[in-house]
């Protein structure tokens, strides 16, 4: 199986900051774009940042200057360090991926992959 797991969310008062990991596991060969997403309930789930496999990165306008994509191919991991946080950006955070991986039969395919979401909470 090929996934991706996010982990680091969790409970932060205003103006503090985590740091959110996205592993990729299985038969990887390498993680091509990545990107963030977060959702809060009965909304649209929002594209946060990007980062493409040569390190080229987006970010949406409400999170430009206080959030920071980032990648270490060596360990198949996306990261998105988040500084300054807001209650407004409270909402479960998806990590999406595309990745290159051996299938059963060896050969190179892809893969679009969601990780199951990791809950950041901007609480006083």
């Known amino acids: 199986q090929v996934q991706v797991v996010e982990s680091g969310g969790g409970l932060v008062p205003p103006g503090g900051s985590l740091r959110l990991s996205c592993a990729a596991s299985?038969?990887?060969?390498?993680?091509?774009?990545i990107n963030w997403y977060r959702q809060v309930p009965g909304k649209d789930r929002e594209l946060v940042a990007g980062i493409t496999s040569g390190g080229i990165t987006n970010y949406a306008d409400s999170v430009k200057g206080r959030f920071t994509i980032s990648r270490n191919n060596a360990k198949n991991t996306g990261y998105l360090q988040m500084n300054s946080l807001k209650p407004e950006d409270t909402a479960v955070y998806y990590c999406n991926a595309v990745i290159l991986y051996y299938s059963d039969t060896h050969i190179l395919s892809d893969l679009d992959t969601w990780g199951q979401g990791t809950q950041v909470t901007v609480s006083s």
């Open positions: 299985g038969r990887i060969f390498s993680m091509e774009v």
